[in-house]
């Protein structure tokens, strides 16, 4: 049976957390705050990254904004000009980044895409994510690309009837249980989850373990046992 495979990109095609996760780690060193552990600080720093993506969205620039607020938040005062460049510059690896595939994706995908209707589905900034779309080199197994703002039921919903996609036949495939899982199956498409140990905190979330329309993977190459 011929099924329409969405993936998700970041984290399921190639890794990305992982990148801001350094920042992070290299803003907090750089912080050297004197009284609240690198914990607390992430806690705050959460807050307000989950304000600023109501606002401006998702990508490098909402989150160094992100960054800039919480020292301020932290600090109780403006960055001076200085500290501003320092905090500039610690994500300035995120700008031009080496794409970096996930293990076995290339050839998964190519051979998915013998039996299925490939397509790809990721949230973020536009020219942030065709840029890695295109270094990435997988585009050439999609049946079309979507970039999105937000990963919600609506979201599927639309995409769906603007395909005349099969929920039943239609699987949406990616390693964040709050966007890709969970609201998948909310718009009544099944899922596959396939976790990375660098999912980002805030797309954290329980899947129902009796579910039978999420199908559990270790890694990308278990697809072509299933599909």
Known sequence: MRHTLVFDADDTLWENNVLFERVVADWL?????????????????????????????????????????????????????????????????LADHQVELIPEVAETLADLATRHDLRLMTKGQPTEQQRKIDASGLAHHFTSVHIVAEKEPTTYRELGSAHALDPGRTWMIGNSPRSDILAAREAGWRAVFIPNAWTWSLEHAEIDPDDAGVLHLAGFGELTRHF
């Not at 050297?32 to 969205?57: C, F, K, M, S």
């Not at 992100?66 to 610690?90: T, W, Y």
């Open 29 to 93: 060193a750089w912080l050297a705050h004197p009284t609240l552990d690198h914990g607390e600080i992430r806690r705050i720093l959460n807050d307000v990254e989950r304000a600023n993506i109501g606002v401006h969205g998702y990508g490098s620039a909402s989150f160094l904004r992100s960054l800039h607020e919480c020292f301020e938040r932290l600090v109780q005062r403006p960055a001076s000009d200085a500290e501003a460049r320092d905090i500039a510059a610690l994500g300035a690896r």
